[in-house]
C-alpha cells in the first residue's frame, strides 16, 4: 500500500520542526531555508499551513523534465530527482503548478521532496499532528471534509490538534 | 495500424511513448534526420560548459529503450508528405505508408540575414554538431561575438563566459531578451552581464561580418560605427519552425503546422505537436508556435491520444512560460507577463540585488507574471494562472507585496483553519 503525507494546517502552530527535520535529514543543517516542506504563516490570523509536494499522478514536473532527470521510485510512488543527471534547467520548476520544485543556487540543481525514501522525518518531527504519513487511500478525506465544513455556519471540532509522541533525530536511524 | 513519427525531440519521443500505451500492438516508426539517439536540445549549454557529457544530453537514459518499447528508430529525412496516399518520402528516395502521421519535426535557428553570415567561424547553436564547433573556438583570449540576445543567446552566455573568450553581445531591440521580460527586467539583465564582463551592446545592428585584419578571423560591422574584432560570431536571432517540406502538399502551414484543438492538422490522420505545431494559447485562446519544451511534451501526449482513441481529448491550450538562467540571474515569465487589456498588475522592484517580480492582473485572477532573481515556489505562478485561481482580497495583499505568491495560493485553493471553520 502507498502512502502519503497528509498535511492538516488547522493542526499546525508553525513550530517549524518539519522544516528543521527536513533540512537536517536532506541537506545535513539545521537551516529552515533548505527544507523542502515549507510553514506558510497567515500571522494576521494566527494560523500555518505546512506544505509541500503532493506526489501527485500528473507529474508535471518529471514529465517537463528534458533529460530525464526525474523518476518514479516505484516503492514510495515519490517522484525523485536524480543528482547525477539534473543538468538544472529549471524547466520543472515552472512546469510544477503547485511551486513545490525548487532550484538550488548551491548545488546548480532542483530539489524536492522525496518522502525521505519512505521513512518522512517532517511526518516523526511534527509534534501535533498536522503532517502524519498515511495510507494514500485516506489522505484526501478530511481535507474533502474541512473544505466542504467552510459553508457551513459555527465552528467543528473534529480536526484539532492532537497529542502525539515525538521521534527525535538520530543519525544512525 | 502504422504510426510514423517525423521528429525525434521531446514532443516526438513522448509521442512515440504515449502510441505505445495506447495502441500496443501498433507499429510505430520515429524518423529523425540527425546522426545521435534522441537528444535534448536545451540540455546543450550544460553540456558546453561541461556540466555533462554528450550523453547526459540524451533524452531517455536506459539503452534499448526504443527497442523495449517496439519503436523502429530511422535516421533519414522526410522531404514530402502525401496525405491522399498517407505516405512520405524519404531523403534516401524510399517512401513509407502511414495510417496516422505526426509531424514532429521542431525548429531550426534562424539564419539572419547579414552580409557575410555565412563565412567560416561564424556559428549558430542549435545542435550537438553546432556544439561541438562552439567549443572548440571558444577559449581564453579569444574575442566572441554573440548576435541576438533572446532566450539562447542568454543560455549560452555562461559557457561562452565561462571559456575564458572576451564576449561582446549584440542585441537589435533596446533591451534583453525581449519576447520574455520588459524592459525594466531586461535592462537589470544587461547590468547583471556587464558586472560579469560581458560587453553588451542593446539597439544596435550588425550591418556585416568581414574577413578581419590582423590575428582575428572576422570583423563584425555594427551600425553605431562599432568595428568588433572576433574569432567566432555565434548568431541566436530566433528559430523558425521547420515546415519547408510541406509546402505544396494538403497540410496548412502558417507560422507552423496549422492544428486543431485534437492537435490534427487540415489534412485528416496527419497531426502535429512541439515547436512546428501552431496550437492553442492558453491565455489568448489563439493559435501559435510557443517552442518551449513543456507545450511540446503536453502536445506529444495529446496527439498520441488522439491518433490512436479518436479525438477524445481536447487541447485547452498550453501556458507559454519560459526561465532562463542568464550568468547565474534566473528570470521567469508566464502567459500574458506584459499584461492583459483592462488588466491592472503589480510591482516590486530592487535592482541593487537583482530581484523583480511583475504580476498582471484580469479582474481577481493572475494571467501573467514575469521575474528576476526568484528560484523559490516559481511554479506557483502557473497553477494560479492555468487553474484561474479566484484571489479575492489576496490580490490587494499581491498588490502590497508582490512576493506573496504562495500564500495566495495556498489560501485561496486550501481548506486552512481560517476557512475550513474548525478552529
Not at chain 1, 508535471?60 to 547525477?84: R, S
Not at chain 2, 561541461?50 to 540524451?58: A, L, P, Q, S
Not at chain 2, 567566432?232 to 530566433?238: D, L, P, Q, W, Y
Request: aromatic share 6%; with cysteine.
Amino acid at each position: 500500500m502507498l502512502r502519503a503525507l497528509q498535511l492538516e494546517p488547522e493542526k499546525c502552530t508553525g513550530c517549524l520542526q518539519c522544516e528543521m527535520a527536513c533540512s537536517f535529514e536532506n541537506e545535513g543543517v539545521f537551516n529552515p531555508a533548505k527544507s523542502r516542506i515549507k510553514v506558510f504563516g497567515f500571522h494576521d490570523q494566527g494560523r500555518f499551513a505546512p506544505y509541500t509536494c503532493t506526489q501527485c499522478d500528473e507529474a508535471w514536473c518529471m514529465h517537463a523534465c528534458p533529460v530525464e532527470a526525474i523518476v518514479v521510485n516505484q516503492d514510495t510512488g515519490a517522484k525523485e530527482v536524480l543528482d547525477a543527471v539534473c543538468v538544472g534547467c529549471k524547466v520543472c520548476t515552472i512546469a510544477c503548478p503547485f511551486g513545490t520544485v525548487n532550484y538550488s543556487h548551491d548545488t546548480g540543481k532542483v530539489i524536492k521532496c522525496d518522502l525521505c525514501g519512505g521513512d518522512p522525518w517532517c511526518a516523526k518531527a511534527c509534534p501535533t499532528g498536522a503532517i502524519t504519513y498515511v495510507d494514500i487511500d485516506n489522505t484526501g478525506l478530511d481535507r474533502m471534509r474541512a473544505w466542504a465544513q467552510q459553508s457551513s455556519a459555527g465552528s467543528a471540532s473534529f480536526n484539532v490538534p492532537t497529542e502525539k509522541d515525538v521521534q527525535t533525530y538520530s543519525q544512525a536511524q | 495500424m502504422q504510426h510514423i513519427v517525423i521528429g525525434a525531440g521531446p514532443a516526438g519521443v513522448v509521442a512515440v511513448e504515449h502510441l505505445r500505451t495506447y495502441d500496443p500492438d501498433g507499429k510505430i516508426t520515429l524518423i529523425g534526420d540527425e546522426p545521435e539517439p534522441p537528444y535534448s536540445r536545451m540540455a546543450i549549454p550544460y553540456y558546453l560548459i561541461k556540466k555533462i557529457d554528450e550523453r547526459g544530453t540524451y533524452l531517455r537514459k536506459s539503452a534499448g529503450h526504443f527497442d523495449a518499447l517496439g519503436v523502429e528508430i530511422l535516421q533519414d529525412k522526410v522531404t514530402a508528405v502525401d496525405p491522399g496516399a498517407k505516405t512520405v518520402s524519404l531523403a534516401g528516395g524510399a517512401s513509407a505508408s502511414y495510417d496516422k502521421l505526426l509531424i514532429a519535426t521542431g525548429a531550426s535557428a534562424l539564419t539572419p540575414m547579414i552580409p557575410g553570415v555565412e563565412s567560416e567561424g561564424v556559428y549558430r547553436c542549435w545542435t550537438l554538431a553546432d556544439a561541438r564547433n562552439i567549443i572548440r573556438l571558444a577559449q581564453p583570449g579569444n574575442s566572441v561575438v554573440l548576435i541576438g540576445a533572446g532566450f539562447i543567446g542568454c543560455i549560452i552566455l555562461e559557457a561562452l563566459a565561462a571559456s575564458g573568450a572576451n564576449l561582446t553581445v549584440v542585441e537589435v531591440e533596446n533591451h534583453m531578451v525581449p519576447r520574455m521580460l520588459n524592459d525594466t527586467a531586461g535592462h537589470m539583465i544587461k547590468t547583471w552581464c556587464e558586472e560579469h564582463g560581458v560587453k553588451v551592446l542593446t539597439s544596435t545592428k550588425v550591418d556585416a561580418i568581414e574577413s578581419g585584419t590582423g590575428d582575428r578571423a572576422l570583423n563584425v560591422v555594427c551600425d553605431n560605427g562599432d568595428n568588433i574584432a572576433a574569432d567566432m560570431v555565434i548568431t541566436a536571432t530566433g528559430v523558425r519552425s521547420n515546415i519547408e517540406f510541406l509546402k505544396g502538399s494538403a497540410v496548412n502551414v502558417d507560422q507552423g503546422v496549422v492544428v486543431d484543438e485534437y492537435l490534427q492538422s487540415s489534412a485528416n490522420d496527419v497531426y502535429a505537436a512541439g515547436d512546428v505545431a501552431q496550437g492553442k494559447d492558453f491565455s489568448t485562446g489563439g493559435f501559435n508556435v510557443q517552442a518551449i519544451q513543456p507545450t511540446a511534451v503536453e502536445h506529444g501526449r495529446i496527439a498520441a491520444r488522439n491518433m490512436v482513441q479518436g479525438h477524445d481529448h481536447v487541447h485547452r491550450g498550453s501556458v507559454n512560460m519560459n526561465v532562463l538562467d542568464t550568468l547565474g540571474l534566473i528570470s521567469s515569465s508566464f502567459a500574458l507577463w506584459m499584461g492583459a487589456d483592462g488588466g491592472d498588475s503589480a510591482e516590486v522592484s530592487d535592482p541593487d540585488r537583482f530581484r523583480y517580480v511583475n504580476l498582471q492582473f484580469q479582474d481577481d485572477m493572475l494571467v501573467g507574471a514575469s521575474t528576476l532573481g526568484l528560484t523559490e515556489h516559481v511554479g506557483v505562478m502557473r497553477g494560479l494562472i492555468e487553474g484561474k485561481v479566484r484571489l479575492d482580497g489576496w490580490k490587494d495583499k499581491l498588490k502590497q507585496d508582490p512576493t506573496r505568491l504562495m500564500e495566495a495560493y495556498i489560501a485561496s485553493t486550501q481548506a486552512l483553519g481560517h476557512n475550513a471553520h474548525v478552529i
